[in-house]
C-alpha cells in the first residue's frame, strides 16, 4: 500500500525530528558525563540527570562508547570522558594557540631572519603547531608542523617540560626515557641537565638533536594566569648561533613574548 505525498512527508519529518532529538540527549548525556568526569556516573544516574528511560540511556552510552566519546570501567560500572573528546578538545586548543601567537612568530622570524616555532604540551609529547620562515637563505626547518617529538627534546619541548613540577618531570622523563635513544641516544641525565639549564637561565638551547648543524633557543609563553601555554623557539645554523648572537636571540624572544599582553603587542 502507497501512502499519500503528503502522509510521506510528514512521517520523514517526525523521522528526522526523532533523529534531532537523539542528538540533544547524547550531547546531553556527554555534559553531564562532563560535570562528573573526575569521579565517574553510573548509568542508573545518568538516566535519571537526563530523564531517560535506562534502556534509552545504555543504548545512547553504548553508541557514544562506540564512536570513543565515552569510555566505561567495567570494574566500577562507571562513566567517564573517552579519549575522542579529549583529540577534539586538544585540536580546538592548538588552533586557538596558534591564531593567538601568529603575529608574534612573524616578528620574531623578521628580526632574526631565521625559522621561528610554536610548540605546546601533548600527553609526554611535544607538538609543533606553527612554523614561520625567516629571510636567511640557509632554513633551519628542524621541524614540520604536526610533528611530535619526546618531551624533553630539543628547544622548545625542553621548555614545555622544565617548566612543569619536579614530580611530573620525573614521570614524564621515565615514561619517554626508551624514546630519548632514538634521539643522538640521548638520557635522562642529559634532559635533566637541560631542564637545569632553561630554570637557571630563562631558555633553553639544544643542537644537533635533530639536524646535526642546526642549534636552537626557547622561551616559554603564558597566559593571564602564569600557565605555561606554549614555547617559542628560534632554530639556525650553528654559525649563526655563537655566544653573542644567542643572547641577541634570547633579548628578541623575551621582548616579544613579554609584549604579547600589552596594547598594540
Given at each position: 500500500?502507497?501512502?499519500?505525498?503528503?502522509?510521506?512527508q510528514?512521517?520523514?519529518?517526525?523521522?528526522?525530528?526523532?533523529?534531532?532529538?537523539?542528538?540533544?540527549?547524547?550531547?546531553?548525556?556527554?555534559?553531564?558525563?562532563?560535570?562528573?568526569?573526575?569521579?565517574g556516573?553510573?548509568?542508573?544516574?545518568?538516566?535519571?540527570?537526563?530523564?531517560l528511560h535506562?534502556?534509552?540511556?545504555?543504548?545512547?552510552?553504548?553508541?557514544?562508547?562506540?564512536?570513543?566519546?565515552?569510555?566505561?570501567?567495567?570494574?566500577?560500572?562507571?562513566?567517564?570522558?573517552?579519549?575522542?573528546?579529549?583529540?577534539?578538545?586538544?585540536?580546538?586548543?592548538?588552533?586557538?594557540?596558534?591564531?593567538?601567537?601568529r603575529?608574534t612568530?612573524?616578528r620574531?622570524?623578521?628580526?632574526?631572519?631565521?625559522?621561528?616555532?610554536?610548540?605546546?604540551?601533548?600527553g609526554?609529547?611535544?607538538?609543533v603547531?606553527?612554523?614561520?620562515?625567516?629571510?636567511?637563505?640557509?632554513?633551519?626547518?628542524t621541524?614540520e608542523?604536526?610533528?611530535?617529538?619526546?618531551?624533553?627534546?630539543?628547544?622548545?619541548?625542553?621548555?614545555?617540560?622544565?617548566?612543569?613540577?619536579?614530580k611530573k618531570v620525573?614521570?614524564?622523563?621515565?615514561a619517554?626515557?626508551?624514546?630519548?635513544?632514538?634521539?643522538?641516544?640521548?638520557t635522562?641525565?642529559?634532559?635533566?641537565?637541560?631542564?637545569?639549564?632553561?630554570r637557571?637561565?630563562?631558555?633553553?638551547l639544544?643542537?644537533?638533536?635533530?639536524?646535526?648543524?642546526a642549534?636552537?633557543?626557547?622561551?616559554?609563553?603564558h597566559?593571564?594566569?602564569g600557565?605555561?601555554v606554549?614555547?617559542?623557539?628560534v632554530?639556525?645554523?650553528?654559525?649563526?648561533?655563537?655566544?653573542?648572537?644567542?643572547?641577541?636571540?634570547a633579548?628578541?624572544?623575551?621582548?616579544?613574548?613579554?609584549?604579547?599582553?600589552?596594547?598594540?603587542?
Amino acid at each position: 500500500m502507497t501512502l499519500p505525498n503528503h502522509l510521506n512527508q510528514e512521517a520523514s519529518q517526525n523521522k528526522s525530528q526523532r533523529g534531532v532529538q537523539s542528538i540533544h540527549r547524547a550531547i546531553g548525556l556527554l555534559r553531564i558525563v562532563v560535570a562528573h568526569n573526575e569521579r565517574g556516573i553510573s548509568l542508573a544516574a545518568l538516566a535519571r540527570e537526563c530523564d531517560l528511560h535506562v534502556a534509552t540511556a545504555r543504548r545512547m552510552l553504548g553508541a557514544l562508547e562506540a564512536e570513543g566519546l565515552l569510555a566505561h570501567d567495567p570494574a566500577t560500572k562507571l562513566y567517564h570522558l573517552g579519549i575522542e573528546l579529549f583529540y577534539f578538545g586538544a585540536a580546538a586548543h592548538q588552533f586557538q594557540v596558534r591564531d593567538r601567537y601568529r603575529h608574534t612568530l612573524e616578528r620574531i622570524a623578521r628580526r632574526t631572519e631565521d625559522t621561528v616555532f610554536l610548540s605546546i604540551r601533548s600527553g609526554n609529547d611535544s607538538l609543533v603547531i606553527d612554523r614561520v620562515e625567516g629571510a636567511f637563505p640557509i632554513r633551519t626547518l628542524t621541524h614540520e608542523v604536526g610533528q611530535r617529538s619526546p618531551l624533553g627534546i630539543g628547544a622548545g619541548s625542553t621548555v614545555l617540560l622544565a617548566t612543569m613540577p619536579d614530580k611530573k618531570v620525573r614521570a614524564v622523563i621515565q615514561a619517554n626515557q626508551r624514546r630519548y635513544l632514538n634521539y643522538k641516544n640521548s638520557t635522562p641525565e642529559q634532559v635533566w641537565q637541560s631542564v637545569n639549564h632553561y630554570r637557571q637561565f630563562g631558555h633553553s638551547l639544544t643542537g644537533g638533536v635533530f639536524i646535526p648543524e642546526a642549534v636552537a633557543m626557547a622561551r616559554a609563553v603564558h597566559d593571564a594566569s602564569g600557565e605555561v601555554v606554549a614555547a617559542i623557539s628560534v632554530a639556525a645554523i650553528r654559525q649563526r648561533m655563537g655566544p653573542e648572537r644567542r643572547e641577541e636571540i634570547a633579548a628578541i624572544l623575551q621582548q616579544e613574548i613579554e609584549a604579547i599582553d600589552k596594547p598594540n603587542g
